[in-house]
């Protein structure tokens, strides 16, 4: 079956603008996760969607936000762009809520530049 | 926020060589996952070792956990160039908490 897609897979974009990133997870999979990848950082969880409901928010500023379609497509959205906006966005998809990790996966990412 | 700390940050080893890579947590865990990232794509989730497990080996790979030290290695055996990735530790809570990873090149 076909894996996690993400677009777009690269973005760049200038300072102070918006932008919307698109993750469809596996058919049938109903939880989408969302994490930031920095050089700096690490990997950062945003936060978790299952059944258009956000069950988890890690710790970042109200200009992240997401959501979920019915068709379990995500969304997640970065207002007013900053230069450390700059990062690999990762979409996780899984058949239910929770970690476990035999049934995560991961898609490519989409690799946003802010200038 | 991480839990995980990799060790080393980086490693260069040669075709055939084994890699051991080190990871330690803060607090306690029920479980201890590695992941391996290609240069910028996705994650791959490799292994999952239980709290009440010593070691695992799955093909090339073998995980200890020592959770008296709240550490875990991961060895890769006879590494091949296709083993040069960013390798992460991994810990679970409602999202999961990964290290900043160790970067394994793999040179011919």
């Known amino acids: 079956k076909a894996g996690v897609t993400q677009t777009p897979r690269y973005l760049i974009k200038t300072r102070g603008q918006q932008v919307t990133l698109s993750c469809s997870p596996i058919?049938?999979?109903?939880?989408v996760s969302w994490y930031q990848q920095t050089p700096g950082q690490g990997l950062q969880f945003l936060f978790e969607y299952f059944s258009e409901t956000q069950r988890n928010k890690g710790n970042f500023p109200g200009r992240f936000s997401g959501r979920q379609f019915s068709n379990s497509r995500s969304e997640m959205n970065v207002s007013t762009l900053e230069l450390g906006d700059s990062a690999l966005y990762l979409c996780?998809?899984?058949?239910?809520?929770?970690?476990?990790?035999?049934?995560?996966?991961f898609g490519p990412g989409t690799r946003l530049t802010v200038t | 926020s991480q839990q995980g700390e990799e060790d080393p940050q980086a490693l260069s080893i040669q075709e055939g060589e084994n890699a051991t890579m080190n990871c330690s947590y803060k607090t306690s865990i029920n479980n201890l996952q590695w992941y391996r990232q290609n240069s910028g794509r996705g994650l791959v989730h490799l292994i999952l070792i239980r709290s009440n497990e010593r070691e695992k080996h799955s093909g090339r790979l073998r995980v200890t956990l020592d959770t008296s030290k709240k550490s875990s290695s991961l060895l890769i055996t006879a590494s091949r160039a296709a083993d040069t990735a960013s390798y992460f530790c991994?810990?679970?809570?409602?999202?999961?908490?990964f290290g900043k990873g160790t970067s394994l090149l793999v040179t011919p």
């Open positions: 991994a810990t679970p809570g409602y999202a999961l908490n």
């Open positions: 996780v998809s899984s058949l239910e809520a929770g970690q476990n990790p035999y049934e995560q996966y």
């Open positions: 058919s049938g999979h109903r939880s």
